[in-house]
């Protein structure tokens, strides 16, 4: 089994770039995953890894032979190599390189009575973890990131959506794009926004749905605005007009799946 010990090593600067910029991710289709319940996750959404580094102190090897039956190339590191390529304090000492997904609104997969969440411009990879963690706590069937601000691979975004961006179905384009493939699907936009809008628990989504939220600066463009089926607010009692936009997915989301039965 190799062994690296040292931060200089060629192949962990690498890894560092990998971390830290989208266009190696990009350029060498692959991101970094760390944890093993990350990596879990990974592979049962099908997600192919292609090396794991691990650290002896940490995690067994039979731990990680228990992970797949596939053969895997496996790197043992030292603890200086894994604070370096780890993000959080307290892991279990895994890191799996992986190979990205076509994110593309052709590979989805949709039942026959589809709800989709849609995120149009989110700045925050905090928010678009907690959003992809709501949408598996929903068991929804897509989530559609619109003009999206940075690629979904960040790890900032994979550490803060738990594993759950490899959960749900996701996929990214334009905001135009992304409207012209849920009418062709015959999906109704209910676009949460100030303007011109009903409550939202006045609505029926019991139908093909998909529910659209933008940011808590600038909100929704206003192509949703004008070519959704309607806009919905969600009322609010205090002194502001708006709320975190992870929360207000969470509450339109599971407005839908009241309606729904569950």
Not at 57 to 76: H, V
Request: with cysteine; aromatic share 6%.
């Amino acid at each position: 089994m190799k062994q690296i010990t040292s931060v200089q090593n060629p192949f962990i600067k690498s890894l560092v770039q990998l971390q830290e910029k989208a266009k190696v991710r990009k350029q060498t289709g692959t991101f970094l995953i760390e944890g093993k319940r990350e990596i879990e996750l990974a592979l049962k959404g099908g997600y192919e890894l292609e090396t794991i580094l691990f650290l002896p102190e940490i995690i067994s090897e039979k731990q990680l032979n228990d992970l797949t039956t596939k053969p895997l190339n496996i790197i043992e590191i030292s603890k200086e190599v894994y604070q370096k390529l780890a993000y959080r304090d307290t892991t279990e000492g895994i890191l799996a390189i992986a190979k990205t997904k076509s994110l593309a609104l052709s590979d989805l997969k949709l039942s026959k009575n589809p709800l989709i969440l849609v995120g149009e411009s989110l700045e925050k990879p905090g928010n678009v973890g907690a959003i992809l963690r709501t949408a598996d706590a929903a068991n929804i069937d897509a989530v559609i990131i619109a003009n999206p601000k940075s690629d979904l691979y960040n790890p900032n975004i994979v550490r803060s959506s738990v594993g759950c961006l490899f959960t749900r179905q996701i996929a990214v384009g334009t905001t135009e794009e992304v409207i012209t493939y849920l009418k062709a699907n015959n999906i109704d936009i209910y676009s949460a926004t100030l303007q011109d809008s009903t409550e939202y628990h006045t609505q029926n989504y019991t139908t093909p749905t998909a529910l659209v939220v933008g940011t808590e600066a600038t909100g929704l463009s206003e192509k949703w605005r004008t070519e959704g089926t309607k806009n919905i607010i969600i009322p609010m009692q205090g002194e502001i007009d708006s709320m975190n936009v992870s929360v207000a997915a969470a509450i339109l989301l599971f407005e839908a799946k009241r309606q729904r039965g569950f």
